[in-house]
Structures are given as structure tokens and as C-alpha cells.
């Protein structure tokens, strides 16, 4: 089980977040910290990726924004579960988490 965080992430760069590639494309997925657990890593597939092609299997959260301070997804993240207990859900909004009230 993760362990809340004293203080949640308000911020995506400060959640250590980076593209991952898929293969020979490029910005396929975005993977950052939870914002309100530690030792929790997240991880969407973005639509356009980021070399302006769709996500692998045609699935992924819409993306505007190229930059982590400016990126927003929509719809909201919701991750409920999963092995090591993180359970988060919210919005990446101009590259500011907000956190919905169900997440724990």
C-alpha cells in the first residue's frame, strides 16, 4: 500500500513527469508521480502523442498543451486500484493537478 503524501503535488513538473516512446514513435505516453501518494507512478497514453500520431491501440486522453506547464487531458484520470494500492483521480489542467473526491 502507498502512503499519502503530507502535502499534495499542486504542480505536474513537480511530479517528475517524462514521455515515454513506443517503438519508433515518439511521446506516446505520459508517465508522472501521484500527486497524492508516495511511491505511486501513473501513466496515460496521450492523443495526439506527441510526434502527432494516435495513441497505440487508438485509445488515450486528449492532450492540448506541449509543454508540462501548459498540458492539459481531458477526461479526467481515474486510476482505482491497481497493485500498489494507489487510487487517484483528477485533472491535468494547464499543467496543474486537481484532485476529484473520491481519490484516497
Not at 495526439?48 to 500520431?53: C, E, F, V, Y
Amino acid at each position: 500500500m502507498t502512503k499519502r503524501r503530507a502535502e499534495p503535488l499542486r504542480h505536474l513538473v513537480d511530479a517528475d513527469p517524462h514521455w515515454v516512446d513506443y517503438g519508433e514513435r515518439r511521446g506516446v505516453l505520459l508517465q508522472f508521480e501521484c500527486p497524492i501518494h508516495d511511491g505511486c507512478h501513473l501513466g496515460v497514453p496521450v492523443d495526439p502523442a506527441l510526434d502527432g500520431g494516435p495513441p497505440p491501440e487508438g485509445r488515450g486522453w486528449k492532450r492540448t498543451g506541449d509543454t508540462f506547464e501548459t498540458l492539459t487531458l481531458s477526461p479526467s484520470i481515474r486510476i482505482l486500484g491497481g497493485a500498489n494500492g494507489c487510487r487517484w483521480h483528477g485533472f491535468i489542467r494547464g499543467g496543474r493537478f486537481e484532485t476529484c473526491g473520491d481519490a484516497r
